[in-house]
């Protein structure tokens, strides 16, 4: 699976947009881009995925670039609630299980 | 309620004195797979399982045992538990497709 690169950290306020880039410069055609997030130390938590296109659920879009070499999540109305680690992770769905954590983006969001 | 579900979430013990942490999931997922996180090193696989009786190592697999008898439970035991494998320690299921991994609360680890 690719190599991830993210920002340590990055900071919001709150009810704006939170842009969080990832590169992924290496990625394969077939590995897809997840997002997950940690908050404080529970679980990860996944948040979005996707292969070329960009997504959208309830949570976050995801903007993926045409060379498919870097993406951005977007939380278009950050609240307190989200500060927490991001974490931007390239994986081939249909084979074993093995997520590579990077340490992620630590998004701090506040008033 | 979709949910993987670890046990305990917290455990102090003694070096050398075996240990099972429990995990079990609820979705009829076929992946299961252990992760520790310790500061600045970020999440690290140890084992992984791919189904029933399928299991196999991961980054850091040393000092740790699992089984798979059973789809939904995914033990990791420690036989003779050190003070290095104090942790904060992840398991996680996830379907065949892998379109997303679900992660129990954790279990935090102490060995004195």
């Known amino acids: 699976d690719a190599k991830t690169t993210q920002p340590p950290s990055m900071d919001c306020a709150e009810g704006r947009a939170a842009n969080l880039p990832c590169n992924h410069s290496t990625i394969s055609g077939n590995e897809y881009v997840y997002w997950y997030r940690q908050i404080h130390s529970q679980g990860p938590q996944y948040i979005i995925h996707g292969l070329k296109n960009n997504e959208t659920n309830e949570m976050a879009s995801l903007i993926i670039t045409e060379d498919r070499k870097s993406s951005t999540l977007i939380l278009p109305h950050a609240t307190l609630r989200d500060t927490a680690v991001y974490y931007c992770?390239?994986?081939?769905?249909?084979?074993?299980?093995?997520?590579?954590f990077g340490t992620g983006t630590r998004l701090q969001v506040t008033l | 309620e979709a949910q993987v579900t670890q046990n305990p979430r917290y455990l102090i013990t003694v070096t050398g004195k075996k240990l099972t942490v429990t995990c079990s999931q609820n979705?009829?997922?076929?992946?299961m797979s252990w992760y520790r996180q310790d500061p600045g090193l970020g999440l690290r696989q140890i084992y992984y399982s791919m189904n029933v009786e399928v299991t196999d190592k991961g980054d850091v697999p040393e000092g740790y045992k699992v089984s798979r008898k059973e789809k939904r439970n995914f033990p990791l035991i420690l036989e003779s538990p050190s003070p290095n494998q104090t942790s904060l320690y992840f398991c996680a299921s996830s379907g065949r497709m892998n379109t997303e991994a679900f992660f129990g609360q954790g279990t935090r680890l102490t060995v004195v």
């Open positions: 992770i390239t994986f081939r769905t249909g084979t074993a299980s093995k997520l590579t």
């Open positions: 979705m009829n997922h076929e992946y």
